[in-house]
C-alpha cells in the first residue's frame, strides 16, 4: 500500500514536473501585454486572444478595443524555420528507416565476423555528444561549401538518427519470433524474407523509430545554430532563438514554441495505434 502511494506522489511529480511549462508558455502566448506586465502574474488568460499567433505569420491583429498588434519581425524567419524545420525532419526520418531497417534486422538475426565490434562502434557512436563532433563538422563543411544548406543539415543529423534507433532496432528483431526459415521453405529469399515476412511483423516498432527520428530531427539545435543560422536554410529552434536579440516580445516567442509542439504531437498521433501496439503485443507470441 505505501509503495502504491508513494508511486502515486512520484507519477504526480513527474506529470507536473513535464506539464507546467507547457501550460506556462501556452498562458503566455495568449495574454495581453498589460497582463504580461503584471505582477504577480495571472494563473490563466483573464482576456485569452490569438493575436501573437498571426502575428508570428506576419499578420496585424486588431483586439476588440481597436487597437493593432502588429505582426512580428521574427515573421519571415519563422515561417522559413517552420518550412525548413519540416523538410528536414520528413526527410531524416525516411531516410533513417530506409538505412535502420536492414541495418537492425542484419544485426539482430544473422552472424558475421566482426559483429561485436561494430556493435560497439554503433553504441558509441550514441554515447559521443554532438558537441564533440561539431568542430571537425563545420571544419569539413566549410571546405565542401556544405554549412548553409539543407542538404548538410540533413546529412549531419543522420548522423544522430541513425546510430540511436539502430540501436533501438536490434533489440525489437531480437524478440521477432524466428520464422525465416518457414519463410524459405514457402519459397521467399532472404531478402524477400525481409521485405514480406519481417518488416509487416516490425511494424510497431518501425513507428516508434519514425516518431524518435523526427523529434530528433525536429528537435535539432546545436548543429543548426552554428551550420545553418543566419542563412536560408534556419530552422524554426534557431528561429525562436532570434527574439532574444530583439525586442522583448514574450508572447511571441510562446506562441512560436507552442507552434513547436504541433508537428512531433501530429506524427505520433497518425502513428500512436502502432505505438499502443507495441505496448500491447508481446512480439515474441
Same mark, same amino acid.
Given at each position: 500500500? %505505501?509503495?502504491?502511494?508513494?508511486? *502515486? ?13 507547457? $501550460?506556462?508558455? @501556452? ?16 494563473? $490563466?488568460? @483573464?482576456?485569452?486572444?490569438? +493575436?501573437? /499567433? ?15 498588434? %502588429? ?8 515561417? *522559413?524555420? @517552420? ?21 537492425? /534486422?542484419?544485426?539482430? *538475426? ?6 561485436? %565490434? ?22 569539413? /563543411?566549410?571546405? !565542401? ?23 533501438? &532496432? ?12 518457414? =519463410? *524459405? ?10 521485405? $514480406? ?12 523509430? +519514425? ?11 546545436? /548543429? +543548426? ?13 534557431? =528561429? ?15 506562441? =512560436? !514554441?507552442? @507552434?513547436?509542439? !504541433?508537428?512531433?504531437? !501530429?506524427? =505520433? ?10 505496448? &500491447? ?5
Amino acid at each position: 500500500m %505505501k509503495h502504491t502511494v508513494w508511486s *502515486r506522489i512520484a507519477l504526480a511529480i513527474v506529470i507536473v514536473w513535464t506539464l507546467l511549462p507547457i $501550460y506556462w508558455f @501556452l498562458k503566455i502566448s495568449l495574454l495581453t501585454p498589460d497582463e504580461i506586465a503584471r505582477f504577480p502574474p495571472p494563473l $490563466y488568460p @483573464l482576456e485569452p486572444q490569438l +493575436a501573437a /499567433y498571426f502575428n508570428i505569420f506576419g499578420f496585424d491583429f486588431e483586439i476588440a478595443e481597436g487597437v493593432i498588434r %502588429k505582426a512580428s519581425g521574427q515573421a519571415n524567419q519563422i515561417i *522559413r524555420g @517552420l518550412r525548413n524545420s519540416l523538410i528536414v525532419s520528413i526527410i531524416v526520418m525516411l531516410l533513417t528507416l530506409v538505412v535502420v531497417a536492414p541495418l537492425a /534486422y542484419v544485426f539482430a *538475426r544473422l552472424e558475421f565476423r566482426h559483429k561485436n %565490434k561494430l556493435l560497439f562502434s554503433i553504441l558509441l557512436a550514441v554515447a559521443l555528444p554532438p558537441v564533440s563532433t561539431l568542430i571537425p563538422f563545420y571544419s569539413m /563543411y566549410v571546405q !565542401l561549401g556544405l554549412n548553409g544548406t539543407l542538404f548538410g543539415l540533413t546529412v549531419v543529423t543522420l548522423t544522430i538518427t541513425i546510430p540511436f534507433v539502430s540501436w533501438m &532496432l536490434i533489440g525489437y528483431f531480437r524478440n521477432l519470433p524466428r520464422v525465416e526459415r518457414l =519463410a *524459405r521453405v514457402d519459397g521467399f529469399t532472404r531478402m524477400g524474407t525481409f521485405l $514480406y515476412v519481417m518488416l509487416p511483423m516490425s511494424r510497431s516498432g518501425l513507428a516508434v523509430a +519514425a516518431v524518435i527520428a523526427f523529434l530528433f530531427a525536429w528537435n535539432e539545435y546545436t /548543429y +543548426a545554430l552554428i551550420l545553418v543560422n543566419g542563412t536560408t536554410a534556419n530552422t524554426l529552434p534557431t =528561429a525562436i532563438s532570434g527574439f532574444l536579440f530583439q525586442h522583448p516580445e514574450p508572447q511571441h516567442m510562446a506562441a =512560436a !514554441l507552442a @507552434l513547436t509542439i !504541433l508537428p512531433p504531437a !501530429l506524427v =505520433a498521433f497518425l502513428l500512436q495505434n502502432h505505438i499502443a501496439e507495441l505496448n &500491447l503485443v508481446d512480439p515474441v507470441r
